[in-house]
């Protein structure tokens, strides 16, 4: 199974609403990260989490981790159209330089 | 910026003929990573390079080779196109062969094997 496995699968929500989506994973990480992806293109970095840190903001993004129960969350504040997109985590996998991405959440922000 | 580019958006090949899917970096980074992208799989590790003419499969080689020539350039190649080789194809790179390194991603090619 995936390392990095998001939750849920899809989200549909209202523009100015909070999206939140949940990332579980396996074994034990040195950072894990999220990245997001428009409709049919590359995907984009958002925000890497060292496993020592519980919290990080960037922006409207507000990323936790709480490596003892081995998840991470992402929060996006006041959504917009404009986010509407798949969000991946993923993390370093414990064999050696892989990165390992989940399947990813499709956000949906309805205008 | 990083710039990660690829040669096609979209590409339609028949089965059995032979494809080369190339990608190109301007940040003079060490590392390079083929995926492929399918619905409800996320991404899979093809191939990886940390190093000209260095190679490393990853988890879903079978039916795909890869050449790294010089630095900035990371190519896939098809030997004889399948149906189930059908996918989206993504290349990145990244500066380091540091654990979960952050990843620059091309725009991605489309590819349909008829």
């Known amino acids: 199974s995936q390392q990095g496995e998001e939750d849920p699968q899809a989200l549909s929500i209202q523009e100015g609403e909070n999206a939140t989506m949940n990332c579980s994973y396996k074994?034990?990480?040195?950072?894990l990260q999220w990245y997001r992806q428009n409709s049919g293109r590359g995907l984009v970095h958002l925000i890497l989490?060292?496993?020592?840190?519980r919290e990080k903001h960037s922006g409207r993004l507000r990323v936790t981790l709480d490596t003892s129960k081995k998840s991470s969350s992402l929060l996006i504040t006041a959504s917009r159209a404009a986010d509407t997109a798949s969000y991946f985590c993923?993390?370093?996998?414990?064999?050696?330089?892989?990165?390992?991405f989940g399947a990813g959440t499709r956000l949906f922000v309805k205008a | 910026d990083v710039k990660v580019t690829q040669s096609s958006r979209y590409l339609v090949k028949r089965t059995g003929e032979k494809v080369f899917l190339e990608c190109v970096q301007d940040?003079?980074?060490?590392?390079m990573f083929w995926y492929r992208q399918d619905p409800g799989l996320g991404l899979r590790l093809i191939y990886f390079?940390?190093?000209?003419?260095?190679?490393e499969k990853g988890d879903i080689p079978e039916g795909y080779s890869v050449s790294r020539e010089k630095k900035e350039r990371f190519s896939l190649i098809l030997e004889s196109a399948s149906t189930n080789q059908t996918s989206m194809y993504l290349c990145?790179?990244?500066?380091?062969?540091?654990?979960?390194?952050?990843?620059?991603f091309g725009p991605g090619t489309r590819l349909t094997v008829l």
């Open positions: 390079s940390y190093d000209v003419k260095m190679k």
């Open positions: 074994t034990s990480i040195n950072n």
């Open positions: 990145a790179s990244s500066s380091r062969l540091h654990r979960g390194d952050t990843q620059y």
């Open positions: 989490i060292r496993s020592n840190e």
């Open positions: 993923a993390t370093d996998g414990s064999g050696g330089f892989k990165t390992i």
């Open positions: 940040m003079d980074h060490e590392n």
